[in-house]
């Protein structure tokens, strides 16, 4: 089946630091990205929608500033948290949609633990 | 807006019974897609089984399997023969062409008691 890569699985970092998450499709094009918060014992929330080579498309509430979002080639989308606070710790996922017919659908990384301190 | 509702926040079974997990759906579009996904303590989200809201008859693998009630927007998860490695919240998710965006529900946590 089709696989997305995430990375790091777990980070730690300062108050004001900013911490980049990578995602990468390997054994697929993945033209559209999605970007996943999810708190504890909740559902995924969506934060963003990203595509190949365009701006990423966010959802209400969801700071484009705080949250940039690149997906620069095919097979991969990043997800940078910037100035990082306390507030942003989360679970953070991304999910590729698959376009094929074998198993259309979406395939999930991961995800990240993110910790500031 | 579409909505994907779980009703159940939280069940338990006995190991090698079975249990069902409810999810209804709400939706004007008349093709789209619904999925049941698994969130072990690993927290990766694992595909359980999937349904073509096109096709009557019901999507199964191997001890999974749904009731998908189209005109009753209803799509159950059927548990046979529960193993504890079955312990994981469960998601309930409907993806529209259209959109191309996934919609999920509340979860319902399932634990597996031995």
């Known amino acids: 089946g089709a696989v997305v890569s995430q990375h790091p699985s777990w980070v730690i970092c300062k108050s004001g630091t900013s911490v980049k998450i990578e995602c990468r499709s390997l054994d697929f094009q993945a033209t559209t990205m999605f970007w996943y918060r999810q708190f504890p014992k909740q559902s995924l929330m969506l934060m963003a929608t990203s595509n190949e080579g365009s701006k990423a498309t966010y959802e209400q509430g969801v700071e484009k500033d705080k949250f940039l979002i690149n997906h620069a080639s095919l097979t991969l989308s990043t997800l940078t948290v910037t100035s990082a606070h306390p507030e942003d710790s989360s679970f953070y996922i991304c999910?590729?949609?698959?376009?094929?017919?074998?198993?259309?659908?979406?395939?999930f990384g991961s995800g990240t633990r993110l910790t500031v301190v | 807006a579409q909505t994907v509702t779980q009703s159940q926040p939280e069940m338990s079974v006995q190991e090698a019974e079975t249990v069902t997990l409810s999810c209804t759906y709400d939706?004007?579009?008349?093709?789209?897609?619904l999925f049941w996904y698994k969130q072990p303590p690993s927290r990766q989200m694992i595909l359980v089984i999937r349904?073509?809201?096109?096709?009557?008859q019901n999507a199964t693998e191997n001890r999974f399997s749904v009731n998908f009630q189209k005109a009753a927007k209803s799509f159950s998860l059927k548990i046979s023969d529960s193993q504890l490695g079955d312990t994981a919240m469960y998601f309930c998710?409907?993806?529209?062409?259209?959109?191309?965006?996934?919609?999920f529900g509340g979860g319902t946590r399932l634990m597996v008691k031995p």
């Open positions: 349904q073509e809201a096109y096709k009557q």
């Open positions: 999910s590729a949609l698959v376009n094929r017919e074998r198993d259309y659908g979406y395939t």
């Open positions: 998710a409907t993806l529209y062409n259209a959109g191309n965006m996934l919609t």
């Open positions: 939706t004007s579009e008349s093709n789209y897609y």
